[in-house]
């Protein structure tokens, strides 16, 4: 996700996974304090949110940074520019909603 907020459909394209198993993931997230949601009529996004705690919120920028030079990550994020922002979005996903760029990660997380 990085900086942005992703709808769960994208994360279904690129994962290669069902729905159901990436919602039930980012639902242990949420409840972890690691990512916020929010609803938008059938569509959900998810967003990485800034622990409260000074630890947590260290070792997660330490993941953070170390995904961003992490091969596998790299060419998931290239899939994601590619599927919501290309010329050659999946039929599927044509009303999907573009996924949104936040400048500064919130600070709690929202259920």
Do not use: N
């Amino acid at each position: 996700m990085g900086d942005r907020e992703v709808c769960v459909c994208f994360f279904v394209e690129i994962l290669k996974t069902s729905q159901p198993k990436i919602s039930r993931h980012l639902a242990y997230l949420r409840r972890a304090g690691i990512v916020s949601s929010r609803r938008d009529g059938k569509w959900m996004h998810y967003r990485i949110t800034e622990p409260g705690d000074v630890t947590a919120k260290r070792v997660l920028d330490d993941v953070r940074s170390w995904l961003q030079t992490d091969a596998v990550m790299a060419r998931e994020r290239e899939r994601l520019e590619v599927i919501c922002c290309g010329t050659k979005t999946p039929v599927r996903l044509l009303q999907a909603p573009q996924p949104i760029v936040y400048t500064r990660t919130p600070a709690r997380a929202r259920s």
